[in-house]
C-alpha cells in the first residue's frame, strides 16, 4: 500500500505526478464507477440493484465505507461471519484490496 504525505510524496519521498496521486488515492477511497461495475459483475444477482436487497441476501447499501471494506476483507480472508459466508468468502477471494475500496465507495453512494 501507497502512504502519501500531505504534499503528494511517497514514503521513499519520491513526488508523484498527479495521475499517480490521484490513482494512489482511489486506492485508498475507492472510485464510485469502478465500484458500480464490479457489483454489477459479481453482486446485484443476489444484492439486487444498487444493493437494496434481494430475497435473504441483506441490503448492502449505505453502509460506511470502513463498514463495508471490514467485512469483505474478512469474507476474502476466509473467516465466516453469517448465514452466506461461504458464499461471500468464494466471492471475495479474488477481490484486490482496490476493488474492495470501489466496493464500498459506490455501496455507500448508491441510490437506484
Known sequence: MLLLGSVGYAIG????TENA???AEDALTGNVEAG???Y?????????AAGK???SYPKISGQEISYTKSKLETYRDGIKIG???SLMIMMAKPLTDEE???LAAYLKE???
Not at 13 to 16: A, D, Q, S, V, Y
Not at 40 to 48: D, F, L, M, R, V
Open 36 to 38: 458500480e461495475e464490479r
Open 100 to 102: 474492495i475500496a470501489d
Open 110 to 112: 448508491a441510490t437506484i
Open 53 to 55: 436487497g434481494v430475497a
Open 21 to 23: 496521486a490521484s490513482t
Open 40 to 48: 454489477k459483475k459479481s453482486c446485484i444477482n443476489c444484492h439486487g
Open 13 to 16: 519521498g519520491e513526488k508523484l
Open 83 to 85: 448465514p452466506n459466508s
